[in-house]
């Protein structure tokens, strides 16, 4: 009984399974040639098909030059960096679910969230010390860069974009410094407006600007609030897309000596 | 067009050479009588034309330099000798022939690589999957998972609440901009705040631009190097300071004895 029960309940899984991947729902979501439609099994026409046939596409060609898989070249650097990056917004939104920008709640919302939410201390210290990962990161990336001498001809605009995503990155972590409302982030942030207001010529509008007011307040922590969340991630995204892009255009990452 | 090897081609010359000489000594008499002959002889012997062809194209230019009689046959124009050439070509069909006799033109020169992208080795390449992708993801998790752990051990440091008429002392700007702090202490705020870093990112930019070496070597740019590793270390060495060596009035301290000032 159990002999003959066997393979009918086989069948009838393999049969939803058909059906499933026969539907025009599955068939939408997955191009023709995915993996996912016809199954894997690894052949080099397979290997090429994951990618080709996925967004992954957008990041990756198909093949690579060997060096280019070697970690002790790049030592994963540019892409730990874009890591830590998504790593950031996922633990970041988690962190706007508890968090009102205004002088009177900021503290307490931090306070609360690491005290009575569940995971609340684990996710902020996470995106924190993430935070200070990426400068190191990137920082690290740039000198990797460099002493491979990977910004020479043709990838010389893809090195600017690199500096302006190091400068970016400065940016974030710097507006996210001013957020928990403590007195390190209050005078960190005092320390580092004071600098910028020695802007020549124009130096007390900038202070203005970075400040919403002659002093650091609430105004302030909304306006570097939006900037930590918003503003800057925005301008980092685009700049990141054209980074890859052309890391891609000018023939992938730089060969081995 | 093949190749030939050098001492392949030095070895049939050599050949070559001795088969003429053979010759030569086998029957000096015929060498002698053929005269006028001897030039066609060998270039029958080396092109490997058939006798009968040769014999043939050799009997149409005779025809062709006598001329006028088949010229008259065909074109059926009376002509004098003198003009027994031009009438030749006048009387056929008209060949598209250059100024040498050549049947084709040349027309344009296209470099290898102007249209097509020539490869001139082959690089060894790998799919992305998997052996990117893995790489990538392991990476990923190695990542996560410090983070993760770290994080269970050591908390992101939260102060009392901020109070602006209550100045901490030191008062110290995030890690990664304690270089400027420091150079507060040596120079004008101006220079210290916006010159200097304004022109550490500037230089930072034109960098590709001014360097204008070719080379990825290390060995052939050492200059390039040697500015960017004291770059580097002008830069942390000022963090480092900042970071650990500065206490209370941002005044020198030993993290050792006067402890540490120092929050992330």
Known sequence: MAKTMKPKGKSKISELNDSVQGSQAWNSIFRPGSVFRKGYSDSPRNRSYVIMNSVLYHLHPVKVKRHAVKVSYTLCLGGLSFFLFILLTITGIFLMFFYRPTAAQAWNDIYTLQTSVTFGLLVRNMHRWAAHLMVLTVFLHMARVFYHGAYKPPREFNWVIGVILLTLTLLLSFTGYLLPWDQLALWAVTVGTNMMGYTPVFGDQVRFVLLGGKEIGTDTLLRWYVLHVLFVPFVTVIFLAIHFWRVRKDGGISGPL | ?264
């Open chain 2, 1 to 264: 067009m093949t190749e030939i090897p050098e001492h392949l081609r030095k070895r049939a010359e050599a050949a070559r050479q001795k088969a003429e000489d053979a010759k030569a000594t086998d029957d000096p008499t015929k060498g002698g009588a053929a005269g006028g002959g001897d030039a066609p002889a060998a270039s029958e012997a080396d092109s490997k034309i058939p006798a009968h062809l040769l014999e043939r194209s050799k009997a149409a230019k005779a025809a062709k330099a006598a001329g006028a009689p088949e010229a008259e046959v065909s074109g059926g124009a009376v002509v004098t000798a003198g003009a027994a050439t031009a009438l030749a070509t006048a009387g056929a069909p008209p060949a598209a022939t250059g100024p040498a006799g050549h049947t084709q033109r040349l027309l344009t020169v296209v470099k290898s690589g102007s249209i097509q992208d020539v490869k001139s080795t082959p690089v060894d390449k790998v799919h992305v999957w998997p052996h990117l992708l893995a790489v990538e993801f392991v990476a990923a998790l190695a990542m996560t998972a410090f983070t993760l752990v770290f994080s269970i051990f050591v908390n992101a440091p939260l102060l009392e609440l901020a109070n602006v008429n209550e100045t901490p002392n030191p008062s110290k700007a995030p890690w990664y901009f304690l270089g400027l702090q420091e150079l507060l202490t040596m120079f004008h705020p101006m220079v210290a705040g916006v010159t200097i870093p304004g022109m550490g990112i500037f230089l930072l930019i034109l960098a590709p631009y001014m360097d204008k070496n070719p080379s990825i070597k290390p060995e052939e740019r050492k200059f390039a190097v040697s500015i960017f590793t004291v770059f580097l270390m002008f830069w942390a060495v000022l963090v480092i300071m900042g970071s650990f060596f500065r206490g209370p009035g941002f005044n020198f301290v030993a993290p050792w004895t006067g402890g540490l000032f120092f929050e992330l």
